[in-house]
């Protein structure tokens, strides 16, 4: 159980271009979902949070109108990319939770984005 | 500030023996730590946890220790295995609220 999904696994765009990512839980109800980044070498960072049909929190630092997240369902979370560059090039994780406590998150299996 | 830190950036254990992965936080509030596994280019999978009421935690090979008085945790493989060649994170949150991770610690389990 536990499943989360992400798609695409890999996406290569040219610079300015939009980019869709897609978290989905296969097998429970997420009523939180995360968006992390990682860059080599370095710890997964948190770049928001978001909870079914509300707005996303964005931590510190995080452009929210570059960086568009839509909780449209309990399973389905989707991140944006608008007007993507090459620094936008990075590893890009969602995790989801469920239940009253949710402390356990799970992770799907990631996207690699690389901005020409 | 790093609130959640494993010192240790990789850790080299013979097959077979026992592999301890330590982690060190700052934040007293945390009430919830857990330990993740992860290879290059996917997702982190969950390994552990354990809550504050807690010291110490066992699933099969996985054994987890807390510390709260020195704010530490620890995570122990035994046996270690080749297949558990990875990074792992330890995270830490208050509550449900979110995950702060560590910086990761790279485990080579050499034959």
């Known amino acids: 159980g536990a499943v989360v999904s992400q798609h695409p696994s890999w996406v290569i765009c040219k610079s300015g271009t939009s980019v869709k990512i897609e978290c989905r839980s296969l097998?429970?109800?997420?009523?939180?979902m995360f968006w992390y980044r990682q860059f080599p070498k370095q710890s997964l960072m948190l770049m928001a949070t978001?909870?079914?049909?509300?707005?996303?929190?964005?931590e510190q630092g995080v452009e929210k109108d570059k960086f568009l997240i839509n909780h449209a369902s309990l399973t389905l979370s989707t991140l944006t990319v608008t007007s993507a560059h090459p620094e936008d090039s990075s590893f890009y994780i969602c995790?989801?939770?469920?239940?009253?406590?949710?402390?356990?998150?799970?992770f799907g299996p990631g996207t690699r984005l690389l901005v020409l | 500030d790093q609130q959640v830190k494993q010192n240790s950036p990789s850790l080299s254990v013979q097959e077979g023996r026992i592999s301890i992965l330590n982690c060190d936080y700052t934040?007293?509030?945390?009430?919830?730590f857990l330990w993740y596994k992860k290879y290059p280019a996917e997702g982190p999978t969950f390994l552990i946890s354990?809550?504050?009421?807690?010291d110490k935690n066992e699933d099969g090979r996985f054994t987890v220790f807390l510390n709260k008085s020195a704010k530490h945790l620890s995570l122990h493989i035994v046996p270690s295995q080749p297949g558990d060649s990875a990074v792992y994170f330890c995270?830490?949150?208050?509550?449900?609220?979110?995950?702060?991770f560590g910086q990761g610690t790279r485990l080579t389990i050499n034959p």
């Open positions: 995790s989801a939770t469920s239940g009253p406590y949710g402390e356990t998150q799970y």
């Open positions: 097998d429970f109800q997420a009523t939180t």
């Open positions: 978001s909870n079914e049909g509300s707005k996303a929190t964005y």
């Open positions: 934040n007293s509030m945390f009430d919830y």
């Open positions: 354990i809550s504050s009421i807690k």
């Open positions: 995270a830490a949150s208050q509550g449900a609220q979110k995950l702060v």
